[in-house]
């Protein structure tokens, strides 16, 4: 196989490994290597403590996901239906799905939950807009298909990208309609084995306490702490609750803390803006719930910490957003392990639950990747030798040009060392028996003007005279002949030709690499669209 080939093939399946690994390969490592579902070690009680449960036994499995919070118009400022903006929903989405069916489903998770904002401007969507995104959110997590959720609960949190916070339901109530008629009840509960998890809506909670959807969320809350506590508590709040600025977030944690920020209208009742619950509503849910643990989601960034209350400490997690688009450049779920059995030891009831952090794959540097090997592949053809171009043969013709050109400065004005037959001419004798000879005869140089005709050529001529005489009869005959022949300068011969040479050079080069990454996007990108459409097709 010639080397041009032998680069060829190295090439093609350079791109193959590599878009078999960014597309597909990628996605199994979590569900295959890295990630599994926790339960109680023989030695603490920490949820950072876990084994590999890998099927059925006395916990059930619930993959928590938080923050899909897909694409639209109100995301990156781009005009609706625009081409960038749907090339930017496409791929976006397209991580999530591959995210859904490759690294989490193959886990096998008995329930899925949503800590919220499924969509990015929800409450800014017109109805139809909105019902574009529902389509788009069910696509991705296969929810079109019931027979595929018949036997796995789906449950979901609303989120303030899904409702707006306070200060907005006063004036759009039909954004909370539409939520909860698709959805279902912002405030619920719900039961996975033996532990119960409570759902609240924390857009709410520190609204106007007179407001008719703050006053539902307390009363909420109220009557769950008045109920006979039969199995230990999970909260579910999509807006962490508070902590004081600069609070560590643990291992996990990729972005700067994000400190208290919270805005009210200009009468300070209602907030448009928050991303924490204030301290009093935290303190007060914790006290009334009595909850072994918190999940929440809105920060985008993972965060572990851990609550002070009456009744011992309490340890939150924020869990990371699943998109690779919304500031997080390691996206993350979590797998929860719920006890199906009674607790052995009721003094320590945060033993019915652990969970576990997985990481998905790093978008941006699959992309880069695939830069950097462009670049390597056009490096590569760069400089790689060709089939049809000797390099050694072009070396040895310069050198060969080079030679040629010294040899030629017997044209520049030299002289020669000898030069017998300069300024003579031949004569023709016979002799008695008839035979003719010639006889050398110099003559006198004649000065001429510089305009004459028969001026002896300059430097790039030659000057042939030849003058024959028989008898005394043609001596007043000389005959005189002349011939002047342009000679062409070697060196620009040989800079043509170099010139020449190069250029035709470049042009089978550049020919050679078209044919090359002609090959390459040949065999590539068909397998590029059938990994795209292959995750993007329903199941």
């Not at 923050?67 to 990156?76: F, G, H, I």
């Not at 910490?305 to 993350?332: D, R």
């Not at 060709?386 to 030679?403: H, I």
């Not at 050529?457 to 043609?474: L, P």
């Amino acid at each position: 196989m010639k080397q041009h080939q032998q680069l060829a093939v190295a090439l093609c399946f350079t791109w193959i490994l590599t878009l078999l690994y960014g597309e597909m390969f990628a996605f199994w490592i979590p569900s295959l290597w890295s990630c599994s579902w926790p339960s109680s070690s023989s030695s603490s009680s920490s949820s950072s403590t876990y084994s590999s449960i890998n099927g059925a036994g006395d916990y059930v499995k619930v993959a928590v996901l938080a923050d899909p919070q897909l694409m639209d118009k109100t995301s990156l400022k781009l005009p609706p239906k625009s081409l960038a903006l749907e090339i930017a929903q496409f791929y976006t989405d397209l991580y999530m799905r591959r995210a859904f069916f490759s690294s989490i489903l193959p886990f096998k998770p008995d329930v899925i939950l949503f800590l919220g904002d499924h969509f990015d401007g929800g409450p800014d969507l017109s109805d139809e807009e909105w019902q574009e995104s529902l389509s788009r959110f069910k696509h991705i997590f296969g929810l079109r298909n019931q027979e595929r959720y018949r036997d796995i609960p789906v449950y979901y949190l609303s989120g303030n990208h899904d409702i707006g916070y306070a200060a907005m339901h006063s004036y759009k109530p039909e954004v909370i309609e539409r939520y909860e008629k698709e959805f279902g009840k912002r405030n619920y509960k719900f039961t996975v084995g033996k532990v119960e998890f409570i759902v609240v809506d924390a857009q709410t909670l520190d609204g106007n306490p007179k407001g008719k959807l703050t006053s539902e969320t307390w009363d909420f809350v109220r009557n769950v702490s008045a109920d006979v506590e039969l199995f230990p508590r999970v909260l579910l709040t999509h807006i962490p609750l508070y902590r004081r600025d600069w609070t560590p977030c643990g291992i996990h944690r990729n972005s700067p803390v994000v400190n208290q920020r919270i805005s009210r209208t200009v009468h300070g009742q209602e907030i448009f803006y928050q991303n924490y619950i204030t301290e009093e509503s935290s303190n007060r849910l914790l006290d009334l719930l009595k909850p072994v643990l918190v999940l929440s989601g809105h920060d985008h960034d993972q965060c572990t910490v851990t609550h002070q209350s009456k009744f011992g400490p309490i340890k939150e997690h924020t869990v990371g957003t699943l998109s690779w688009q919304q500031g997080n450049l390691y996206p993350s779920f979590m797998l929860l392990s719920a006890t199906s059995s009674a607790l052995l030891n009721k003094s320590n009831p945060d033993e019915a639950v652990f969970t576990h952090l997985c990481f998905l794959p790093k978008q941006t540097h699959i992309y880069i990747w695939y830069l950097l090997l462009f670049i390597v592949t056009l490096l590569a053809l760069l400089v790689w030798p060709t089939s049809g171009v000797n390099f050694q043969c072009q070396y040895s013709n310069l050198v060969a040009y080079s030679k040629q050109l010294i040899s030629c400065s017997i044209f520049k004005g030299g002289t020669k060392e000898k030069n017998e037959d300069e300024n003579c001419e031949y004569e023709m004798v016979w002799d008695a028996e008839g035979s003719m000879h010639l006889v050398k005869k110099h003559v006198n140089t004649i000065t001429t003007n510089s305009n004459n005709k028969s001026e002896t050529a300059e430097r790039g001529n030659a000057v042939m005279r030849a003058a024959a005489k028989k008898g005394s009869s043609s001596s007043s005959s000389n005959q005189e002949m002349e011939v002047c022949m342009n000679v062409e300068d070697p060196m620009t011969r040989v800079a043509h030709r170099t010139s020449k040479s190069k250029t035709k050079l470049i042009i089978h080069r550049l020919v050679w690499i078209f044919r090359m990454l002609t090959v390459i996007a040949g065999v590539n990108i068909p397998l590029y669209m059938m990994l795209l459409f292959k995750d993007w097709i329903d199941q």
